[in-house]
């Protein structure tokens, strides 16, 4: 009899564990990440969480003023916490890559986490699109801005030095979604923040991104080994199918027979864009001729990436169960280039206690 009370006992006590169990995951899981929603005069919406500091969804018209969701990613944070191919984050301490996840600083050799094949890509295991960060809605003098901080702790994924960043989306009035960055340090360190959203014009979701039309102001790129790091040079695109200097359909030559094109399974390669100093300048044009949607970037930034989803495989499910495959989104995030840390002859990407990086990338919407 007593035997049967206790385990009686430890049974319903499991049961009563699991259920507490059960609903602080949930708590936790609903408690713990935020959404907000910007929108403009226009009626255009971005949705970003303080998970990763990513970009949700932006709600951009047509030629016809229908609207539809441009980027991919997922309906819930959670699925984002779950699987996340860089969808919409925030990326940092090192947008792309660094050869085998080493570089030196003032004499002292820094080893980061090798995340990408025998390379540090985007900031290592947890970079900032996986953490979270501090959110405060505020009223700027160009419309609604959401204020993202992040205090990324000396040796966190191997960096040196405090680095306190904020990043701040602003959504003004002209349609324009303005992504300002900017970060300080306690020891000299790397920096190199960039927004990794993939873009469908079409809708997120519908079909692939071959037929948008696409311009790059570069005259040069910088070219890539097998793995994916950038040999050094800075090779002219004229007469390759990197010349998007005249506006030219993503998919008119991604699949000829050319060493880069092979290498990157695509286009996954950054260009040397055309402009003095940092100022802010047009990088890049988009046109997508079906719904007539039109994205410009303007960047401070010395280069852009320019990815067409090469690795999507259609094993992934997005927003309203739409099934992302093969080349169904691009990306143009703007950065310094991969691997600045161990090519000296690159833009500096050091950050040193009493200086203030700062990075502007407009993304602007149009139609045609
Ligand atoms: C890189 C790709 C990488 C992708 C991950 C891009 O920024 O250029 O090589 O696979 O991010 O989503």
């Not at 960039?194 to 469908?200: E, I, R, W």
């Not at 949607?293 to 320019?306: A, D, K, L, N």
């Not at 739409?322 to 840390?341: A, M």
Request: glycine residues 10%.
């Amino acid at each position: 009899m007593k035997f049967l009370k206790k385990s009686m006992f430890i049974f319903y006590s499991g049961i009563l564990l699991i259920f507490l169990n059960v609903c602080k995951s949930g708590r936790e899981t609903k408690m713990k990440y935020d959404i907000y929603t910007l929108k403009n005069a226009n009626g255009l919406e971005a949705k970003i969480t303080n998970y990763g500091g990513i970009l949700m969804s932006l709600m951009v018209p047509d030629r016809n003023g229908q609207f539809a969701d441009i980027v991919l990613g997922y309906d819930t944070v959670e699925e984002y916490v779950k699987n996340n191919p860089y969808f919409g984050v925030i990326v940092g301490r090192y947008a792309n890559r660094i050869a085998k996840g080493k570089f030196t600083l003032d004499g002292e050799e820094y080893i980061l986490a090798k995340n990408n094949g025998e390379n540090h890509l985007h900031g290592g295991i947890k970079g900032f699109g996986a953490v979270k960060w501090n959110a405060e809605k505020i009223e700027g003098p160009n419309g609604k801005s959401l204020k993202l901080t992040y205090l990324s702790k000396d040796g966190e994924e191997g960096y040196p030095g405090n680095l306190s960043v904020a990043v701040v989306y602003t959504l003004t009035d002209d349609n324009e979604l303005k992504i300002d960055y900017s970060a300080t340090t306690d020891k000299t360190t790397i920096v190199n923040l960039t927004n990794h959203s993939y873009f469908n014009l079409a809708g997120q979701g519908e079909g692939d991104i071959l037929g948008h039309i696409l311009m790059i102001n570069a005259d040069r790129f910088t070219p890539i080994n097998r793995n994916f790091i950038p040999t050094g040079e800075l090779r002219p695109v004229r007469g390759t199918p990197f010349d998007f200097t005249k506006p030219t359909a993503i998919g008119a030559r991604i699949n000829q027979k050319n060493e880069q094109l092979i290498f990157g399974n695509g286009y996954d390669h950054n260009w040397v864009l055309n402009k003095k100093d940092a100022e802010l300048s047009l990088a890049a044009r988009v046109y997508e001729p079906r719904t007539g949607r039109v994205m410009e970037v303007y960047t401070t930034e010395p280069g852009i990436q320019f990815y067409t989803g090469n690795f999507l495989d259609g094993s992934i499910k997005g927003k309203g169960g739409k099934v992302y495959k093969f080349r169904y989104g691009f990306c143009l995030e703007t950065q310094h280039f991969p691997d600045s840390p161990n090519k000296p002859d690159f833009p500096s990407v050091v950050l040193k206690p009493g200086e203030k990086y700062t990075q502007t990338t407009i993304y602007k919407f149009l139609i045609k």
